[in-house]
């Protein structure tokens, strides 16, 4: 019985995930969030599933995500096979802000310093957390989302000023991540960082769906005005079915590497 643990499930890529991974008859899946009880729309998916489990883990607090590896192992005899870390900070309302769009240092400092808790240090504390569980299993995967406003060549070949925080505080993910990948690539370990491309997930963005929406649209606008590249968002159904491939088939030649899923190596035209 394959387990997969996936970090930020309760709404966007982490709950269509659930939903992917849940269709594996032989699955079991730990959707950890931070607020089960106002995770609706993950509490709807995992209704009629019993494969699903909803599991308490803020990944801004290491104490919960400990307590959360516990819960699954308690369920798994101790054992983990496949950890996603998707959590990411991404509030709308601030996410697309650059250097020049904060009133002063102070709420630019604040801004930047939660979302490096959250995006760059979050990774760090779940692949810890899930650390023993993982060891315990053959499989040995761990993959943690990653952006294109994370990636250098991206950031210059897509013009993007903006995102500042965002961008600043994944990239860090990524290093925290290769980090890892070479500490346990003699334990049989494939780590990666994953990128899903542009995904409109508006459709779970709850009362903030229209605001989500146009977010995207904006950013698209932006790209394009720029330097021509048409990006298209991807509906979490497309982005999540390409990416289990690419997690499906990872291979130990692969660990440590920045992958896309659209395949290989991620790289400024994905
Ligand atoms: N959508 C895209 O186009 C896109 C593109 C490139 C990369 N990505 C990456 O894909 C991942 C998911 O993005 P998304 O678009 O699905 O974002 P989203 O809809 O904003 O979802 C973010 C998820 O992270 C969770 N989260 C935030 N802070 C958390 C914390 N402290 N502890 C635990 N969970 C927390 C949220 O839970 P709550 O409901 O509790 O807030 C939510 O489940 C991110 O890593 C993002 O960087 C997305």
């Keep these: 019985m394959p387990s997969y643990a996936v970090v930020g499930a309760s709404r966007g890529i982490g709950l269509e995930y659930v939903r992917q991974l ?28 019993k494969n699903v489990h909803i599991v308490a883990g803020d990944v801004a607090d290491y104490n919960t995500l400990e307590k959360a590896a516990k819960q699954i192992s308690e369920i798994t005899s101790g054992k983990l096979d496949c950890l996603i870390h998707n959590a990411a900070h991404m509030d709308f309302k601030t996410v697309h802000k650059g250097f020049d769009d904060y009133a002063d240092m102070e709420e630019l400092d604040n801004d930047f310093i939660y979302a490096f808790k959250v995006n760059s240090l979050g990774p760090v504390h779940s692949i810890t957390a899930f650390l023993p569980l993982l060891r315990a299993s053959d499989t040995r995967k761990i993959v ?57 997930t508006s459709a779970t963005a709850g009362a903030y769906r229209d605001a989500v929406r146009e977010g995207y649209a904006a950013f698209t606008a932006s790209v394009k005005k720029a330097t021509g590249i048409e990006l298209t968002a991807q509906t979490p159904e497309e982005s999540i079915a390409a990416q289990l491939k690419m997690i499906d088939g990872l291979e130990a030649s692969q660990n440590g590497l920045f992958l896309s899923h659209t395949g290989g190596e991620y790289g400024a035209s994905h």
């Design 22 to 49: 849940a269709g594996r008859p032989d699955a079991v899946v730990f959707a950890v969030v931070r607020n089960p009880e106002s995770s609706t729309h993950l509490k709807d998916v995992a209704a009629n599933l």
């Design 144 to 200: 943690v989302i990653g952006t294109g406003a994370g990636d250098l060549k991206s950031v210059q070949g897509l013009n993007m000023v903006n995102f500042a925080a965002y961008g600043m505080t994944k990239a860090a993910a990524v290093i925290a991540t290769t980090k890892f990948a070479i500490k346990l690539k003699d334990e049989g370990f494939v780590v990666v960082s994953l990128t899903p491309g542009v995904v409109d």
